[in-house]
C-alpha cells in the first residue's frame, strides 16, 4: 500500500502568517493516464472533510485563493498564503492514483 | 449539486452487522465512484472500500473479509454491511463520491 507521510503533524501559526504542509509518497502518484491524484482536505472540528485541492494543484470550486498546491511524482505540498481563524482544523492528503486508496496521518493546524 | 447523505444506526452490539445507506443526489452511481471512509474518535481517516461507477467493488484488504458494499442505482443508494463488529469499530463512517464530496457522516458506537 501507499503511504504518504505528512509533516508537520501539528502547525502553530498567527493569523496572517503563510505556512506550509508536506506530504510524501511512498511511491510515485503519478497515473499511466497523465494524471497524478493527489487532492488536500480540511477538516474542520465536527465537520466532514472537505475538498481544498485535487489533481495536486487545481483549486475546488469556492475555495479561496490563498491556497495553493503543488508537486509532483512523490513530493507535494499545501500552501496557505495568511492564515485566516476559519482556516484551522486538520488538513489531510490523499491518493487515488493507486490501490487501495490512502491517507496522509493529517496536520492539526492551531492558532499560536 | 453533489450530495450524499449516510443513515444507519448510532449503536450496534458487540459481534452483530453493521448497515449503513448512502443516498447520493446530484450525480448518477453509473457516472461517479462512491467511497466508503471512515474515522475512528480523535484519530484519522481510514479508506474501507468503494463502489465503482460500472458497478464493481474493491475493499482495503484490513476488511475484506466481513465488508460487503453494494448498490440499488434506481434509488441512487449505496450499501455498506459489516459483520462482526468489535469495539475498535466505533467510529464515525462518511461515504464520498471521487473522494472529493463527502457527506457529514454518521456515527456508530459498538457496545457490550
Known amino acids: 500500500d501507499v503511504v504518504l507521510t505528512q509533516t508537520p503533524p501539528t502547525l502553530s501559526a498567527t493569523i496572517g502568517q503563510s505556512v506550509s504542509i508536506s506530504c510524501r509518497s511512498s511511491?510515485?502518484?503519478?497515473?499511466?493516464?497523465?494524471?497524478?491524484?493527489l487532492n488536500w482536505l480540511l477538516q474542520r472540528p465536527g465537520q466532514p472533510p472537505q475538498l481544498l485541492i485535487y489533481?495536486?494543484?487545481r483549486l475546488e470550486s469556492g475555495v479561496p485563493n490563498r491556497f495553493s498546491g503543488s508537486g509532483s511524482g512523490t513530493d507535494f505540498t499545501l500552501k496557505i498564503s495568511g492564515v485566516e481563524a476559519e482556516d484551522l482544523g486538520v488538513y489531510y492528503c490523499?491518493?487515488?492514483?493507486?490501490?487501495?486508496?490512502?491517507f496522509g496521518g493529517g496536520t492539526k493546524l492551531e492558532l499560536k | 449539486q453533489v450530495q450524499l447523505k449516510e443513515t444507519g444506526p448510532d449503536l450496534v452490539q458487540l459481534t452483530q452487522t453493521l448497515s449503513i445507506t448512502c443516498t447520493v443526489s446530484?450525480?448518477?452511481?453509473?457516472?461517479?465512484?462512491v467511497h466508503w471512509v471512515r474515522q475512528p474518535p480523535g484519530k484519522g481517516l481510514e479508506w474501507m472500500g468503494a463502489?465503482?461507477?460500472?458497478?464493481?467493488?474493491d475493499y482495503n484488504s484490513a476488511f475484506k473479509s466481513r465488508l460487503s458494499i453494494s448498490r440499488d442505482t434506481s434509488k441512487s443508494q449505496v450499501f455498506l454491511k459489516m459483520n462482526s463488529l468489535q469495539t475498535d469499530d466505533t467510529a464515525k463512517y462518511f461515504c464520498?463520491?471521487?473522494?472529493?464530496?463527502w457527506g457529514q457522516g454518521v456515527m456508530v458506537t459498538v457496545s457490550s
Open positions: 464520498a463520491s471521487q473522494l472529493l464530496h
Open positions: 446530484g450525480f448518477s452511481l453509473t457516472t461517479y465512484n
Open positions: 463502489m465503482w461507477n460500472g458497478g464493481g467493488t
Open positions: 511511491q510515485s502518484l503519478l497515473h499511466s493516464n497523465g494524471n497524478t491524484y
Open positions: 489533481l495536486v494543484s
Open positions: 490523499v491518493q487515488s492514483t493507486h490501490a487501495p486508496r490512502t
